[in-house]
């Protein structure tokens, strides 16, 4: 059982948001809208996903790494390793 299990239903409504966030953001270049205020609302989506894949990254290391930690051996240093990887990634977007 994935470590967002319980919260589930609000990661769901934060995406469903950054979806609408981005519809309006392609209206808005539909619309040939001025740069800066797309620049903006693109800015203030990244945000937003960032916010989701740093809630998930915390659900991650609560849940499967603490599991992975618990058990030892080979599975808590392939899951630190996919969390680690995780991380990087995240600082690289």
Excluded: F, N, W
């Excluded at 948001?17 to 953001?25: H, P, S, T, W």
């Excluded at 603490?66 to 990634?89: F, P, Y």
């Amino acid at each position: 059982m994935p470590g967002y299990s319980d919260t589930k239903d609000d990661h769901l409504k934060r995406l469903r948001r950054i979806e609408g966030q981005v519809r309006g953001i392609a209206k808005m270049v539909e619309e040939d809208k001025y740069c800066i205020d797309i620049l903006t609302q693109v800015s203030a989506a990244t945000k937003a996903l960032q916010s989701v894949a740093l809630i998930l990254l915390d659900d991650h290391m609560g849940h499967c790494l603490v599991d992975a930690a618990r058990a030892g051996g080979a599975e808590q240093e392939a899951k630190l390793k996919e969390a680690s990887d995780a991380i990087a990634r995240l600082v690289r977007s």
